[in-house]
């Protein structure tokens, strides 16, 4: 189930807050303080699926789930405060819970800040520490402790003391980190830093005990008119969650050239036992180095990669412009096959007439479990200043070694201006392995009013892959409605 955020306690905590601070109805304040609020509720009725038995023919009772995320902040002059809540009702009601999972507070001024609660932190290019949230993959890592920050215009630092989750199934707050990180800028358009951190877990053959793991980094950066050059340099010493020695070290490079006309880019990782605790439920994270921010490390759970990225951006002229890249991994330490992820892409973004806007691209992966090639149409007409008309349609070619299938889709849409948008379309495969239906519709309703944002979907949505920020997630397809309401009070 998708953990995205019941609207009846995101009602009662507006119209309290409301209450509480009577002048401001949507983002209440003064000359000293003011206090802003988010709710993000989503609502699943799935519908009724046969039973997953040849004995049984009749159809699983109906099911919904409901989750919610209010968000409430505070700025209080040189202070602020929050607190995230989450209702969670999913289909075990025995799983069901409503309680704070994020608070905080902090003190900023002239470029220094203590924050204590909870708090996301990435080190430089994520090398050693990066805790982040990302919905699209549902990948939450946030930390609970305190944190010291300074940035001024010579120098910058971070000072680190938190509880990390054991891993990302169970809510255990096991692990503890504490970290630092220090930048300087001794001339215009260059920057170098270091930073360390000591991750601390219980040892998994002795519970009396605690294992540790340090893992150290050094940066260069150059950033002067048309080049930006970056390297890091970052190594792992210490002892596993069972005991064992475990010595690793990561390499990350990147360099780009920008132009009027063109620019070119490139990016190379080489890691090897740097994740930490484990690869599937690690507290730093390298850049993918991938144009759809796949990597091997999170595609097939491997101690190591070796990959590297080559890519250009073509704009002859403000109507068409050109993405191409070429990107290669290679698993490192592995005991038998190695495993090899490469992406080729080609994009294109051309106005032909004034109106009109096409969009296209072609993306193939060649992976070691399964191939897959894309490709992807989509265009824009804009019958006048507010009224858009649009088409998409793209088909996924899946190879394995023994089984080869098309899914196809195809959405038509229609909005008007930024209030309303309504989308109609459906996809159809030919894989019979699977117990997905060969055969899916939807029809999708967007009305956006002020500060509130209402979707309101119907029918069916094909699951797959999911990557972002190099964290890959399989997204289950969905069938029944959907609705989710995003408000800022």
């Not at 993959?137 to 010291?148: I, K, Q």
């Not at 991750?199 to 793991?213: C, L, P, R």
């Not at 008119?225 to 190594?235: C, K, L, R, S």
Request: proline share 4%; with cysteine.
């Amino acid at each position: 189930m998708p953990r995205h955020f019941p609207p009846i306690f995101g009602i009662l905590a507006a119209t309290f807050a409301m209450t509480i601070f009577p002048d401001s109805a949507t983002n209440a304040q003064n000359d000293t303080w003011s206090v802003s609020a988010a709710n993000w509720l989503q609502y699943w009725y799935h519908r009724p699926q046969p039973f997953d038995s040849t004995i049984f023919s009749d159809r699983q009772s109906r099911q919904d789930s409901l989750d919610n995320r209010f968000i409430v902040d505070f700025d209080l002059g040189d202070f602020y405060a929050g607190a995230w809540l989450r209702v969670l009702h999913p289909n075990r009601p025995d799983t069901s819970y409503q309680r704070i999972v994020q608070r905080y507070f902090g003190w900023t001024q002239n470029g220094l800040t203590i924050h204590a609660g909870n708090f996301y932190q990435t080190f430089d290019r994520g090398m050693t520490l990066n805790a982040f949230l990302d919905d699209a993959v549902y990948y939450d890592n946030n930390l609970d402790g305190v944190r010291v920050s300074g940035l001024y215009d010579r120098y910058d630092f971070d000072v680190v003391f938190g509880r990390a989750f054991r891993d990302r199934i169970t809510t255990e707050r096991e692990n503890t980190v504490r970290a630092v990180r220090g930048a300087i800028k001794p001339i215009l358009g260059t920057r170098a830093g270091f930073s360390y951190v000591r991750f601390k877990q219980d040892d998994f053959e002795d519970f009396s005990k605690a294992v540790g793991t340090n893992i150290t980094s050094a940066i260069g950066n150059i950033n002067r008119g048309p080049f930006e050059i970056y390297a890091e340099y970052a190594t792992r010493r210490g002892r596993a969650q069972f005991g064992g020695n475990v010595e690793g070290d990561g390499t990350y490079l990147s360099g780009s050239f920008s132009h009027s006309i063109f620019s070119v880019y490139s990016e190379y990782k080489n890691i090897i036992n740097l994740l930490y605790p484990t690869p599937a439920a690690s507290l730093n994270a390298p850049p993918p180095v991938s144009h759809s921010g796949r990597s091997l490390t999170s595609l097939a759970n491997v101690n190591g990669e070796r990959a590297y990225q080559v890519g250009t951006l073509i704009s002859p002229n403000y109507n068409l412009n050109f993405d191409l890249a070429f990107s290669e991994s290679f698993e490192r330490g592995g005991m038998n096959r190695r495993l090899y992820l490469a992406e080729k892409f080609a994009g294109a973004r051309w106005s032909p007439v004034e109106k009109l806007v096409v969009n296209y691209r072609w993306d193939r992966f060649d992976y070691t479990m399964e191939d897959e090639i894309e490709n992807y149409l989509e265009g824009y007409y804009y019958l006048n200043s507010y009224q858009t008309v649009s088409a998409t349609a793209y088909t996924r070619r899946f190879i394995l070694t023994n089984n080869e299938y098309h899914e196809d889709y195809l959405t038509l849409g229609f909005a008007r201006g930024g209030f309303l948008q309504v989308s109609i379309g459906g996809s159809l495969s030919d894989n019979d392995i699977d117990r997905d239906p060969n055969k899916l519709g939807f029809i999708e309703l967007t009305l956006r009013f002020k500060s509130h944002e209402l979707v309101i979907f119907q029918g069916g949505e094909r699951g797959g892959l999911v990557c972002s920020s190099g964290i890959c997630s399989v997204r289950p397809t969905f069938e029944g409605t959907r609705v989710i309401l995003f408000s800022r009070f």
